[in-house]
């Protein structure tokens, strides 16, 4: 297909009654639905925020902001990462695409990990757990669903990633989906060394060890990053042609719709339940 | 008895058309699979159980929902038996106290998630599809999901029975902290909040399916303002419940973190706010009810114009106060919390948006009056059952104006006269409603129509046992009988109404047990009819009857809002259309018809494991049993992205273009 249509027009699909593409249309309306899902966790947060029981602790003795703002801007860029990989594909510019993406899972891992060490950090520096306080409990549970969200959004961008390598021709490829499931796989353990891995950096550097240290204890996450790294390199080299075009451009656009959205209640969970405090 | 050959059932009566679906089923056309990895198994039988579990056709799982539906109205139905059994004379022992909490917390439960939802859900998939002239939902597997899911959710919602723990029995609202760790130490609660989760998650796949299919699948010339009214509240239902769910996954997901991890969302002990609940769950419950009411409404806005022998009576303003039902569904939920004390400034306003509400319901009311005025009323089975929905329903209303009332709430709140109140709006409103509608789409979905002796004898027998069960109820609950006692003493004055209810159940039940008789009978021995047997007005009745899968022959094209009406009138016209379109048709090798998939039923197995992980098994296994189920729910959404969507072609009967 890709060779015959040069051009598809993205913004109409005329076998749909408004010219809407049924997957942009279902995936708004679950947004819609998603919206009423974050706001009653919010609510919920700023309801037991209104109302704290005594000898709840003060979220300013506990946040990090500068971290917070960071880990906020990483997830931003990431939208923009997003949005060029959707106009690559419409474009039918796959390799463009293919690097967006993975600069996109990049980016959503640093926010991940940012998240990881954040809560590392609350529960062992400042003993704020889930069950000890209604601040943990508020705190951990909103900021952990937004994080699960996205962390299914990095999964998802994988998947899509490697789908791209899916080969037009399946019968003179028999070994694709194996090696599709194994691409996955790498690419998986890549994000979890990697994040591992700089945690583990920045812990060895605060306690004020050196790199060799580090390498000390985590050696086998370095060990393990490298050969998923490895692994996922040697996957993604060219095999020929690939089903994957121009008229996969609205799978990626509606995923990116989903990633726009989570970094979105982002803007609001970092307004409401961060700066907030700060005021 | 065989049941009647029907495309449900087959593939086709038609030895030449079972021809044409082989030859065509595996990649002969231009739109042909490519080669499939050995992993992807295409499942191609039209008959037996694999076929039903593969199904992706909207008209068998609109079926299935139906069947599920109506066994677990009939298991819910078992135990308001019993609920009444016990009442029927003062301290009763037929029950005891935790086995009467546990009856009314299912049926509750039962009756509203696993009864009139599903039952709406069949008529959503099986008619909706039909009226707005499409040949399928937007997404069939995905409406395969919804399906399982929802059977899913119900098997762990009725697990405990099974368990020594025995069923939930918090009350179908389960309010906080009766729910906590403290007060319900054993698994029966997690159960009822899993049970719960994966209902949400299914209801709102199917609503969004729904939304996209009603909005982008239209047939040509099928404007929004051409919609029939049922796929109008169909449109409406989906949106309440895509927007109304959230609000209870969200309660229910606190109540689980709070019971499996400790946490303090309503551990008062800690400074949780049981209120909290309270609010999270009537944000859902109250558009709950519009969600159960609004198909009904749409159901008996088709039924009265079809035995009028009217266009319905103001058709745009039928259409707009469902839509001001919707939004105004949503001010209202703290009417339920009048007695917690939330100040007098919110309950004010809420009271004031409660009776708001009886606007546009009053106004539908008097449309399809309007229906009736001056009509050549025929009355057949489905109209009788419309007309006793518009009167109960009437009488529901009020005593629910009456509830919206702060300060007459004060004195009615948790007593008989709200469960008089809510009985007569979801039996007399929803299910006289959904019965109607069973009655008017029997002879589409299946070819045979039930004797009208017996459809009115049942609905005599309903309607009388139904008044005689709820009637007196008003009076029980104005001389204080509070709902959810197990027994009452003899000298209370309560008595006399208790036994009229429990005799008035039992009429109620020999009815339904007449309704379902009848069409378990009709199903395999009833009168055949041919096409349109009511000579109605909307797309579904120009199908042949049972419809066969590919739904139309020839996409329809619409020129009026009751457009099989204009067809009927129009005829040269819709032949000459027709010919054209089919032709189109042919040229591109035939109708497209999706591929069946077992993956959407593998996925949903694997979250009943998870869940059964999770809700039930102890620490020991958890974690193994839930790792179990999500390795299967992931490779059942892996190789479902994976098979593709495409599909096959097949032409559809020469009979079947020619009619």
């Avoid at chain 2, 819910?76 to 009856?103: C, H, K």
């Avoid at chain 2, 709102?204 to 939304?211: D, E, G, Q, T, Y």
């Avoid at chain 2, 303003?317 to 939004?327: D, L, N, Q, T, W």
Wanted: aromatic share 14%; hydrophobic share 50%.
């Amino acid at each position: 297909m890709s060779s015959t249509s040069a051009t598809i027009d993205h913004h109409h699909d005329h076998t749909t009654t408004t010219g809407i593409p049924n997957k942009k249309l279902v995936m708004w309306a679950f947004l819609a639905s998603d919206c009423m899902f974050f706001g009653c966790l919010i609510a919920t947060h700023l309801i037991y925020r209104l109302h704290p029981p005594p000898g709840s602790p003060n979220p300013k003795d506990i946040f990090s902001i500068e971290l917070t703002s960071f880990s906020t801007f990483i997830l931003l860029m990431s939208s923009l990462m997003m949005a060029l990989a959707v106009n690559a594909i419409q474009k039918g510019n796959i390799k463009s695409m293919r690097w967006s993406l993975l600069t996109t899972i990049f980016f959503g891992a640093i926010f991940l990990g940012c998240q990881v060490y954040e809560f590392q950090h609350f529960v062992h520096v400042y003993h704020l757990t889930i069950t000890n306080s209604m601040l943990g409990t508020t705190f951990y549970t909103l900021t952990g669903t937004h994080g699960t969200h996205v962390a299914i959004g990095v999964f998802w961008l994988i998947l899509m990633y490697v789908r791209s390598f899916q080969p037009k021709n399946t019968a003179a490829d028999r070994g694709w989906f194996w090696r599709g499931l194994l691409h996955i796989a790498a690419i998986c353990g890549a994000v979890l060394f990697s994040i591992f891995a700089v945690i583990g950096l920045t812990h060895t550097l605060q306690a004020g060890e050196g790199f060799t240290a580090f390498l000390g204890h985590d050696f086998g996450l370095v060990i393990g990053l490298v050969a998923t790294l490895g692994l996922s390199m040697f996957l993604a080299r060219p095999r020929g042609q690939v089903a994957f075009d121009q008229a996969n451009a609205i799978d990626v656009e509606s995923m990116g719709l989903y990633w726009h959205f989570v970094d979105i209640v982002w803007i609001v969970i970092f307004t409401a339940v961060y700066l907030l405090e700060y005021l | 008895m065989s049941p009647p050959s029907s495309p449900i059932f087959r593939a086709s009566n038609n030895p030449i058309m079972d021809a044409t679906v082989k030859t065509n089923l595996i990649a002969k056309d231009d739109h042909a699979a490519p080669t499939r990895a050995s992993v992807f198994w295409r499942p191609t039988s039209k008959t037996g159980l694999v076929s039903w579990l593969t199904t992706v056709d909207h008209k068998r799982i609109g079926f299935l929902y139906g069947i599920f539906a109506l066994f677990f109205f009939l298991v819910g139905g078992a135990e308001a038996l019993l609920i009444r059994l016990q009442l029927a004379v003062p301290n009763n022992d037929l029950l005891t106290a935790q086995q009467y909490n546990e009856l009314f917390t299912m049926h509750g439960t039962t009756m509203i998630f696993l009864a009139v939802m599903p039952l709406s859900a069949a008529f959503f998939n099986f008619i909706m599809p039909l009226q707005i002239g499409a040949r399928d939902v937007a997404f069939p597997r995905l409406n395969a999901f919804s399906l399982w899911t929802f059977v899913a959710g119900a098997i762990i919602i009725n697990l405990g029975w099974f368990m020594k723990e025995g069923a939930p029995d918090a009350g179908w609202f389960g309010y906080a902290p009766l729910t906590s760790k403290t007060y319900s130490p054993d698994h029966s609660i997690d159960m009822w909040v899993m049970g719960l989760q994966l209902l949400g998650v299914a209801s709102i796949a199917a609503s969004l399916n729904f939304i996209v299919t009603i909005i982008n699948m239209r047939a040509p010339g099928m404007t929004m303002m051409r919609l029939p009214v049922f796929t109008w509240m169909t449109l409406f239902t989906a949106f309440l419940i895509v927007l109304a769910f959230p609000a209870i996954t969200i309660a229910l997901v606190e109540l689980m973190m709070d019971r499996l991890f400790h946490t303090n969302f309503f551990e008062v002990s800690n400074g949780g706010l049981p209120i909290l609940w309270q609010h999270l769950f009537w944000v859902f419950g109250h558009p709950e009810v519009y969600i159960l009411i609004l198909p009904a409404m749409g159901i008996v806005s088709e039924i009265l114009p079809t035995f009028s022998r009217k266009p319905l009576f103001g058709y745009p303003i039928v259409v707009f106060s469902g839509a001001s039902i919707g939004f105004l569904g949503f001010a209202v939920w703290s009417h339920h919390m009048f007695t917690t004390g939330m100040g007098t400034v919110a309950t004010a306003a809420f009271a004031l948006a409660t009776m708001a509400i009886a606007v546009p319901t009053g106004v539908k009311i008097f449309n399809w009056i309007g229906t009736l005025w001056g009509g050549h009323l025929q009355m057949r089975t489905p109209m009788m059952f419309a007309l006793g929905f518009i009167w109960m329903f009437m009488m529901g209303g009020f005593s629910g104006i009456m509830h919206a009332a702060a300060p007459a709430d004060a004195q009615q709140q948790d007593s008989y006269f709200v469960i008089a109140h809510f009985h007569y709006v979801l039996i007399g409103g929803s299910l006289f409603g959904l019965l109607a509608g069973i009655h008017y789409w029997f002879p589409l979905m299946f070819g045979r129509r039930v004797s009208e002796f017996w459809g009115k004898l049942s609905f005599w027998v309903v309607f009388v046992g139904f008044n005689a069960t709820f009637f007196p109820m008003h009076f029980l609950g104005l001389n204080g009988m509070p709902r959810r006692t197990f027994t009452y003493d003899a000298n209370l004055g309560w008595n006399t109404p208790n036994f009229l209810a429990t005799i008035g159940a039992m009429i109620l039940g020999v009815g339904i047990g007449i309704y379902f008789s009848v069409m378990i009978y009709t199903f395999f021995k009833g009168e055949r009819i041919k096409k349109d047997p009511w000579d109605a007005r909307t797309l579904e009745w120009s199908l042949p009857t049972p419809p066969p899968e590919y739904n139309f022959a020839v996409t329809p094209t619409v020129h009026a809002r009751d457009a099989y009406w204009y067809e009927k009138h129009h005829k040269e016209e819709i032949a000459k259309e027709k010919a054209v379109h089919a032709k189109e048709d042919e040229a591109h090798g035939g109708i497209h018809m999706p591929f069946a998939s077992i993956y959407p039923f593998v996925t949903s197995v694997g979250i009943l494991v998870a869940s059964i992980g999770i809700a039930v098994m102890d620490p020991g296994h958890k974690l193994v049993v839930a790792l179990v189920g999500g390795v299967i729910m992931l490779a059942g959404i892996f190789l479902w992205a994976h098979e593709g969507n495409e599909g096959y072609h097949i032409r559809p009967d020469k009979e079947d273009l020619n009619s």
